[in-house]
């Protein structure tokens, strides 16, 4: 069998709608090849190291075929609730943030893993292991800041959503969920009471910050130096000093916020032990040493090998690792269509 890690993108949108016409028709899916496996993700850079540090060395060596099914999540989602009367889906295994899996798992569409069919998981950090997924990679928000452009480094959120940096703040809009965590934790808020953080960012947007769509707007924010500080990834940081932008990285003091990408598995996948091969190769210690170098995200299993220098500059001392908090993904669940109306109508508006 010819192995095809990827597909182009017009060859992939044909998968799809050939996958959804089946499923629609109760016909068999492709998934049921017993050597291939439809997965759902992103696009850009993921999808092509997935291919580089997952696909090629780990599946493509044994026989697998792995097809995209490339979207944003919400789309994705969606999908797969809409699929869910349906005996068999079009995707076998998808790739969300942990949010989004907590979301699908309270739809009732994803399956509770066998862990003894991935034998890799005997090395993963307790906090990436679900009963119903599986963390891929992970980094935390940070405090990042242009040393040329601000004298004393701030050491907390508070420092830095702070109104008295005027236009110099930058904001991204799409992650409008952990910058309400981030205002929270530096207003006596938690992670289950966000209200604290909304007078802190109206303040702060009063006083000029700028709200940019995407990170790789703001990004060029920094490179330009029309903003000197925002708060992000680490591993972005980590992307962007080494793409020249001059900033340095705080892990804040009154914690760091986790961001964990993973893997799921919808209940109806056609093929769920190409989806068990999968889960099993992703945590392969070279598969998550590649992620850290070419991402510069954290490793989810104990026994992958991180460079000690590269390890100073994506992940997290001893200390900060104390600092490190998972988020309440029930409370961002129940609360974020009235999280996204006030960001959207009162913060921007």
């Not at 999808?47 to 099914?69: F, T």
């Not at 993963?124 to 679900?130: A, D, T």
């Not at 969920?177 to 938690?190: H, N």
């Amino acid at each position: 069998m010819i192995n095809r890690s990827t597909l182009t993108r017009r060859a992939a949108l044909r998968g799809t709608v050939g996958l959804a016409g089946a499923a629609a028709l109760g016909t068999p899916a492709l998934a049921e090849d017993n050597k291939r496996v439809i997965l759902g993700t992103w696009g850009g850079d993921y999808s092509k190291l997935l291919a580089k540090n997952v696909e090629g060395p780990h599946l493509g060596a044994k026989g697998w075929e792995v097809v995209k099914d490339e979207a944003q999540a919400p789309p994705r989602k969606a999908k797969v609730q809409a699929e869910k009367p349906l005996r068999r889906g079009t995707t076998d295994i998808q790739a969300l943030s942990a949010a989004d899996m907590y979301d699908l798992q309270q739809a009732g569409v994803l399956a509770k893993l066998d862990f003894s069919k991935v034998p890799n998981a005997a090395n993963l950090l307790p906090e990436m292991k679900y009963d119903w997924g599986i963390g891929h990679i992970y980094s935390g928000k940070v405090i990042l800041y242009n040393p040329k452009l601000i004298a004393i480094a701030p050491t907390s959120f508070a420092d830095t959503l702070d109104p008295k940096h005027g236009n110099k703040l930058g904001i991204i809009d799409i992650q409008y969920q952990y910058t309400l965590t981030a205002a929270a934790l530096a207003s006596g808020g938690t992670l289950t009471n966000y209200e604290p953080g909304k007078e802190r960012l109206l303040a702060c947007k009063k006083a000029g910050a700028r709200i940019y769509p995407t990170n790789e707007a703001l990004a060029q924010g920094l490179k330009n130096e029309e903003i000197a500080l925002c708060i992000m990834w680490k591993a972005r940081a980590v992307q962007w000093q080494n793409a020249g932008i001059n900033v340095k990285t705080v892990a804040a003091k009154e914690g760091v916020p986790l961001f964990i990408s993973g893997f799921c598995v919808p209940r109806n996948a056609p093929n769920k032990d190409g989806a068990y091969a999968y889960l099993n190769a992703m945590l392969e210690p070279s598969a998550q040493e590649g992620f850290a170098i070419d991402m510069g995200y954290n490793p989810t299993v104990k026994n992958a090998k991180v460079a000690p220098d590269l390890q100073q500059r994506i992940g997290f001392t001893e200390e900060e690792q104390k600092r490190l908090k998972d988020l309440d993904y029930g409370y961002l669940s129940s609360n974020d269509i009235a999280f996204k109306e006030w960001w959207d109508k009162t913060l921007k508006g």
